[in-house]
């Protein structure tokens, strides 16, 4: 008898069960399901099958219009809270807008008409109930840096104007297309740990820009990083002014107390959401009472009553700028929606309701498509206004009606009053929000728990704060997908022990105690077998071996017979994996050992079958647990012995 | 008592073994394994451990030059079989080597030149004992497509020649910089179902743009895609020589007809080596015979003679070809260096010999950053070249040595011969070679194993066939690593059950006999948890729940209380990952469930450690098995309804 019969006749004894090769799916039952998994996971079909027609229309119109949905049940309860919270976002909303629309270099009423617009679109459309829509000043300060590099803002307002309408418009249709064409999960590709950094940076640049509407000087560079500023403000010290400065940080100083003592106690939320809007008037009536904006100190300015003028003509849909419409708009369109999926996401777990990412994506979509056209520029559900109608205790999306009614109201009738107000006192509203995205502690989370990410977080930061925004982004999406790529290209492999009176095999680095079987090398694989990782792991695996002979020729153990592959954290493999398998086994029979499979998956199995490499090693040599090919080794070994000694003993009579 | 005692009573005397949180490692520690695993997998350092620096001097030399290792252990025996090899592959090296030149659209000559100087340097770098060195068709091709889309060959020949050494300087430098750097893996990501759709698609295009010789066509389209080509062939059709045509095809079918011969009988390898050069010598005589040259049958012309001139000052370093050259080096290098290494690899596997991925990289970039110097374009070490090597028996780089000598003979005294080498006999020589390029074998063996590998596969192939090699290019890398971000972003989930009579739990799609347990739910999740699936994780896991409570509910079984992870297969968490438990925590605690966690590995039990998780579902939770964490849930659940039957009764009394 042969080892292939000791182990047949094992087998078919003490193992109760054997690792099957799953019956052959017709492949395109297989594709669908991952088609599915991919690009439908939440099911969003569910509700929709076995209805009638005029059924399956109302819940259509319901996936596109949540407002159908939740407007019949709607209380007099929900909109006292919603008009409370609305008015609170509002007036938030009003110095936020002017202020983010200066840092993108664009007229401060696009702010306002920011506000108008979008939040009654994404009231119909969108599907999360606490998001307050607005602008941001990541991407404001995005729209400045890359459009301001092909064409500057105040040689040629209008064509930069328009351009910042394009790149809403494309940013939209692209949000609405990886919507429509169920790609939401590209979005996952944006890690937690860069959007930190991302934010962090951004935050730290913008905050430096303001050192020009702080300092009162005129003329500044147009770099972001933060060598180029520094050097633009410390040549400039004879041009500092110091009232410019005095009042910008009593102003900042104001902010931050109000938003100190809001933290404090909770209750009194209002007082920070309220902070911004009093600065602005309190600075306007001193503007306006001392006549300052004739002494040097630099005011909005007049702007233009009424409501948002269409724009749709505007859009530069000609060569020389397209390109760059396209590229800024796909680029704020991915930062936008990220941040704006993070913020609802998170609002809607507090509440324990469920948001449909790819439902989410052609509400913001349509909500930039229909802005751009309406004189609005990029927006989002920004963190900090979402977070104040949280606290405001708003219910539904009605509260971003609430909003925009009262920035309508603004619109008509209250523009002139921001005629004095003095672009300082906008300067420390930014800094005041920005110094919230700062979040230190979330970095040093990072560095506790995991170094790789906290890397990662660290080199987006750098990367805006020293380079420029592109190229922090750049970095941080580079740094997020090598780790990814890595995690593939350099799987683990254990050499797994037998845990002292039990049948378990683990990790002997994890468990010190677990000691190795003579004879049996065990070696579990911790990744999927791809082409990325091949080589690495036949070069590794082979290196295992040669080790754990080297080990047992220096302590005069029993000799190495058998290699255990632990399949069962292989969730895949390819051609190229299983042309290493192949390999492999040929190198590990050429050392006279024999290769033994533990556990591979139904994937596996199946392209195991299918490429014969279950004929080429023995179905009999693939077990389903680590402990059962351990026995049949050990098995083999000791009948094969015990024969040998029979027959020795044999000739010797 | 509550659930947390009784578990906490379970644990302590059912679980012999707990998983523990691993010792915390200094951090630069496992960061320097880490490191030490990504960039030094082979560990080529061990064997300079503890030797004095004498020894370490020679064995560094060594590293460098394998040749100081195996030149005093050379036989002549050895010689013997590498003079045979070497002379086998001068006669493939000459007709090939004017081929390839004349489709890079270089001067013939310079096929010459480049099997010679880049041998000698392989032979005292390489490792590999087989690989024959010399320009390849695929990357002939792009440099003509590429170079060729900036500067037109025939109307500046002598900067197109520049631009070609310059291409091959950058790519000798970028191959050397990837093997110092440690960087041999990035070469892992092209994988061998691209390669294979790639050749095949390259071999195409080069077989259509021979049809210019075949037929003797003297206007030709420069794009490569089918229908550019066709076109161009299918309107000339009163330009066809049949003459051309005739005796073309007589060629191609002379060396179809003695591959196929080689190929039943092995022994007869060299007839088919012999094969090109015998056309050329036949193809010239026929030409010196009959004045054909004079009657429209293009031939190749003269020859300078001598040894390869110095390039040095040729290389064009100024600024508008300058990108373009590092571009072209960049991409023709890395597509050199998949071949060379894989045929290296390929062949070291069946004289089971060990490659080192970075010492060959810095081989092949020295051997090209000095061929470049010396008039040579782009080598490697080709798949065909390198087999007819093997199968002439060779035993080291020796036969590299003996080809270069044969070249430089031909280069010094046999120039003149191929002043009357039609053009035609080029073509059949290059068909011939591509149509075994085409392995359409290998494709119907991704088609029967691996769907999305064929896929890869099929969209190299269009790619470079109807569209350019560039986009052939991009398509196959982007596939390619779609699939690996693709098995991170929608990792499989799987619900366990117990098989009958064992205490294994398996997915139950795979063991349908497998039986789930009254009140639990065990999930497996089969991939690390990262950012870019943890929003997907979230999803899947809280419908899988749903989906059983929906089970139970419609079947009237017991109530769902414990939902069990699996995280055997979890090879690692980010941070992102960890919120994401959290929160999937949180969403089952509100279900008024409870989570359990079963095996979790060092890396993933470190940062559940340091993110304070294991304290938020509580130490006790967590089982090293799936079997005991089941038992534990049974345990609390029945103890508890006895206590609750206890307590009924004792209220009754």
Redesign the interface.
């Known amino acids: 008898m042969g080892n292939a019969d000791y182990v047949h006749a094992f087998a078919g004894v003490e193992c ?2 054997r690792v ?1 090769v ?1 019956p052959p799916q017709p ?1 395109f039952k297989s ?1 669908k399901y991952t088609l599915k ?2 690009f439908f ?3 969003p079909l569910k509700q929709f099958k076995n209805q009638p027609l005029s059924r399956k229309l109302v819940l259509g119109l319901q996936y596109f219009l949540p407002i159908i949905q939740w407007a019949p049940r709607y209380t007099f309860q929900f909109l006292k809270a919603d008009l409370i919270a609305g008015i609170t976002i509002a007036s938030l909303a009003i110095p936020q807008g002017i202020s983010y629309a200066k840092l993108a270099n664009l007229p401060p009423i696009l702010g306002l008409y920011s506000s108008f617009v979008p939040p009654l679109i994404y009231a119909v459309m969108g599907s999360s109930r606490d998001l307050a829509v607005g602008t941001v000043g990541v991407v404001s300060l995005l729209i400045a840096s890359t459009l301001g590099n092909e064409v500057n803002a105040t040689e040629n307002p209008k064509l930069y104007v328009n351009l910042a309408f394009t790149t809403t418009f494309f940013a939209g249709v692209f949000q609405a297309s990886l919507g429509l064409l169920r790609l939401g ?1 590209i979005v ?6 860069t959007i930190v950094g991302f934010m962090g940076g951004v935050a730290t640049v913008v905050c430096l820009q303001q050192l020009k509407g702080i300092l009162g000087l005129d003329h500044f560079t147009h770099a972001t990083d933060l060598i180029s500023v520094m050097r633009s403000v410390l040549s400039q010290t004879h041009q500092w002014r110091w009232e410019s400065a005095v009042l910008g940080i009593c102003f900042l100083f104001f902010l931050l107390l109000t938003r100190y003592f809001s933290k404090r106690r909770p209750k009194f939320f209002w007082i920070s959401a309220m902070a911004p809007l009093t600065s602005v008037i309190l600075g306007s009536l001193l503007v306006y009472l001392t006549n300052a904006e004739k002494h040097g100190v630099q005011v909005i300015g007049h702007l233009k009553k009424g409501i948002n003028p269409l724009s749709f003509g505007d859009l530069v849909l000609v060569a020389p700028y397209l390109k760059l419409a396209i590229r800024t708009g796909i680029i704020t369109g991915v930062i936008v929606l990220a941040e704006g999926m993070a913020v609802g ?1 998170r609002f809607a ?1 507090f509440k ?1 309701y ?1 948001i449909d ?1 790819d439902k989410e994506m052609i509400a913001f979509g349509t909500m930039n498509i229909i802005g751009s056209c309406t004189s609005c520029y990029l927006t989002t559900g920004p963190f900090s206004r979402t977070a104040v109608n949280f606290n405001a205790g708003c219910q539904t999306a009605v509260s971003n009606i609430v909003m925009a009614l009262a920035l309508m109201v603004t619109l008509l009738f209250l523009t002139p009053v921001f005629q004095y107000t003095p672009l300082v006192v906008l300067s420390s509203i930014i800094i005041h929000a920005m110094l919230g995205l700062i979040d230190y502690e979330a970095a040093i ?2 560095w ?6 906290f890397i990662a977080c660290m080199g987006a930061y750098v990367g805006v704060v020293f380079f420029s925004v592109e190229i922090g982004l750049v970095i941080s999406v580079a740094i ?2 090598l ?10 492999t254990f050499i797994l022990g037998n ?1 002292p ?2 049948t ?1 095999f ?2 002997v ?3 010190p105690n677990a000691r190795s079987v003579a004879g049996v090398l065990v070696l579990e694989i ?3 077998i ?7 792991l036949r ?2 695996i082979s ?1 295992w071996i040669e080790e754990e002979e080297d080990r047992i020729r220096s302590s005069g153990e029993c000799s190495l017979h058998y290699v255990i592959l632990d399949m ?2 292989v ?2 493999i ?3 994996g ?2 290493m398998l192949e ?1 492999l086994n ?2 590990i029979c ?1 050392r006279g050992l024999k290769l033994v499979l533990a556990n591979p ?3 596996v ?1 199946k ?1 195991l079958n ?2 014969k490499f279950i004929e080429n090693i023995g179905q009999d040599w693939i077990f ?2 680590v402990r059962e090919a351990v026995g049949a080794c050990q098995f083999v070994l000791q009948t094969y012995k015990a024969s040998k000694d029979e027959s020795e003993a044999y000739n010797q009579v």
Request: proline share 5%; no cysteine; charged share 25%.
């Open positions: 109760a069960h099957t799953p492949f594709l998994e991919t996971p939440g099911d999960f996952d590709f944006v890690s937690h740990a996401r777990m324990n469920h990412a989370h990072l506790n728990v995991d170094m790789f990410d997020s997908l780790r990814l790529l890595l995690f593939v290209a350099r799987p683990r845990l009176n039990s378990i683990r990790n680095q994890q468990y911790d990744a999927p791809y082409f990325a990782n091949s080589n690495y070069e590794r290196r069962g954290a969730g895949n390819d051609t190229s299983i042309s390999e040929k190198l050429g998956g139904a994937e199995m392209k299918k490429s389903l647990t």
